[in-house]
């Protein structure tokens, strides 16, 4: 008897992340992953945002059976100083004026893991933003337009996010918002979850 097609969850509740993935597929399930993130004595960044993605995803693969489990984490880094959520307005003026002028890393650890098999794809995806030099009216302005408080680096790459930046910088745009789209299809190539479905797997 042949096994029924593989499931596909997100173990993320991230909208952003939700609406990356519906690019790809809108047969996936979301799971919020309960998992401590508090990052480890001497871990560097990079080595925390893998960390997490793979707890995350191993967390959200609870109960589950003959799936593919997606995690994802990502930071802001500047000056290997790691920039969080601002919360509010305040902070987030003062992170923007940080990141004046300046080349801000996002760092996203990506992982694929597979409930059969206790197998786990992890990389690594970096992307950086440089700023413009900004004011506080535009850094002012922009905020209260877009209101990102909930972002790390305090703006919406996918919104008004653009007015603040020179250039960006790496190989996929999606990194940026936190789940990159071009290295998680070749995750689920390999886990045998092609997208789009070949004619055969249809």
């Known amino acids: 008897m042949p096994q029924p097609p593989l499931r596909l969850i997100l173990g993320s509740t991230s909208p952003y992340r939700r609406l990356l993935l519906e690019r790809l ?3 996936f399930d979301t799971v919020a992953p309960r998992v401590d993130e508090t990052r480890r004595d001497g871990e560097s960044a990079e080595e925390l945002v893998m960390r997490l993605a793979e707890s995350k995803a191993r ?9 593919l489990v997606i995690g994802s984490d990502q930071v802001a880094v500047l000056d290997d ?7 509010a307005h305040e902070p987030a003026m003062q992170q923007l ?11 996203t650890g990506l992982c694929l893991y597979d ?9 690594l995806v970096p992307y950086a933003v440089v700023f413009r030099k900004l004011d506080d009216d535009l850094i002012d302005a922009y905020l209260r337009a877009e209101r990102p408080y909930d972002c790390a680096g305090s703006f919406k790459s996918e919104g008004l996010g653009c ?10 745009p999606t990194a940026l918002i936190g789940l990159p789209l071009i290295r998680l299809v070749r995750m689920l190539e390999n886990a045998g979850y092609p997208v789009p479905p070949r004619k055969h797997d249809a």
């Not at 409930?115 to 990389?123: G, K, R």
């Open 25 to 27: 597929t809108g047969d």
């Open 59 to 67: 967390a959200a693969s609870a109960g589950q059976a003959h799936a």
């Open 81 to 87: 100083r790691i920039l969080g959520k601002p919360g």
């Open 97 to 107: 004026r940080q990141c004046s002028g300046r080349r801000v890393t996002f760092l």
């Open 115 to 123: 409930t059969d098999s206790d197998m786990a794809q992890v990389e």
């Open 163 to 172: 007015v603040l930046f020179e250039r960006l910088e790496g190989d996929d």
